[in-house]
């Protein structure tokens, strides 16, 4: 209790005195080993954030295509869209609508994109 006081109050100057005979010292002699794992954590936080980003996106990318396929078989037996024989099918507008959201990584898909990628 009285190692607390000593440390606490401003008239005995505990804290200073511990921290500049110590603390400082210790830090001092042992700042390059700080410094590099540091270093070592930064890196591998980084590289971990960037795998995880990728997985991510992978994941997003995934579940979005994965709507579209749902939507389409929602929408497309509604739909009235003339293309070659007069009918349409999630067979023949979801390839081009993979193609088209995977190969321009596009964030948006409006309909106009979809019936362009659908008559090429």
């Known amino acids: ?7 606490m109050l401003p008239q ?4 200073t005195y511990f921290y500049y005979t110590f603390v400082d010292p210790t830090l001092t002699r ?27 996106f ?9 709507g ?3 939507g ?3 929408v497309i037996p509604n739909y009235n869209y003339q293309q ?16 088209y959201l995977y190969a321009n990584n596009s964030d948006v898909i409006s309909s106009e994109n979809v019936k362009e990628e659908a008559n090429k």
Not at 1 to 7: A, S
Not at 12 to 15: L, M, N, Y
Request: glycine share 10%.
């Open 30 to 56: 042992h700042e390059e080993d700080i410094d590099s794992t540091l270093g070592r954590a930064q890196q591998k936080a980084i590289n971990k954030g960037t795998e995880w980003g990728k997985y991510g």
């Open 12 to 15: 005995t100057q505990g804290a």
């Open 68 to 70: 579209l396929v749902k």
């Open 84 to 99: 070659g024989d007069g009918k349409i099918s999630v067979e023949k507008i979801l390839p081009h609508v993979l193609s």
């Open 58 to 66: 992978v994941a997003l990318k995934n579940v979005a295509a994965d």
């Open 1 to 7: 209790m009285l190692f607390i006081l000593w440390l």
């Open 72 to 74: 389409l078989q929602i």
